[in-house]
């Protein structure tokens, strides 16, 4: 090769092929990195230190979860018994309200019972006593508070009071003849027992059992 083909080479790439200190060129280099990267390094095990370490991690994020799930189930437990305080709380409410005003559904419902409903002036009084007597019912009912069953009923000592006797030739004894005042229940606590007047079966000058008495 001459000068002038040497030179023309030089020309045509625009400048001198550059040599690293060990012989090799850039392009060289490159290519060997890059077959390099492809290689698998070789895993080495954990010292026993690390390991150790490794160990103490895990223990702590253990305890941690146990702590949150602990803490978790300690909320639901006082998120349950904050409803049911709650709840109890407007019960305890609900009753009271209902033992002050027993006493004026007792006088509205008189009065109502009492009225010449053929006298034209009160007509328009009964008329609006009722409609007020409807709407406290009303707001009873939805409070979950109900009248104690006990017009023509047996008499129940769990949510009956008698405040009279009658002897009667007909029916039974423990019939119920008369409910002076009713009675509320609240759910199925009873805030106040019907105050009713019961029957006493009397037959032939003694009292009717209902039983045989074995005489023939």
Avoid: C
Avoid at 42 to 53: D, G, I, Q, Y
Avoid at 183 to 204: E, F, M, N, Q, T
Wanted: overall charge negative; aromatic content about 4%.
């Amino acid at each position: 090769m001459n000068e002038s083909d040497t030179d023309a080479g030089l020309e045509e790439s625009g400048q001198p092929e550059e040599e690293t200190p060990d012989g090799s060129t850039p392009e060289k280099d490159v290519g060997l990195a890059a077959e390099g990267a492809g290689e698998e390094i070789p895993w080495t095990p954990p010292s026993e230190e690390e390991h150790r370490a490794l160990l103490e991690i895990k223990e702590k994020a253990d305890s941690l979860v146990e702590e949150l799930l602990r803490a978790k189930a300690d909320f639901e437990n006082f998120k349950k018994q904050k409803t049911r305080q709650a709840a109890q709380d407007r019960d305890v409410a609900v009753r009271g309200f209902i033992e002050g005003l027993q006493h004026e559904i007792d006088n509205i419902e008189r009065a109502i019972e009492s009225a010449d409903e053929q006298q034209a002036e009160a007509g328009g009084v009964l008329e609006g006593v009722g409609l007020t007597h409807q709407m406290i019912i009303k707001l009873l009912e939805d409070n979950d508070v109900s009248v104690v069953e006990a017009e023509g009923r047996q008499f129940d000592p769990d949510f009956h009071e008698a405040v009279l006797e009658e002897e009667v030739a007909e029916g039974s004894t423990g019939d119920i003849l008369e409910v002076f005042e009713k009675g509320y229940l609240h759910g199925d606590i009873l805030i106040r027992p019907s105050r009713v007047k019961v029957a006493k079966r009397v037959d032939g000058g003694r009292e009717e059992t209902g039983a045989d008495d074995g005489e023939g």
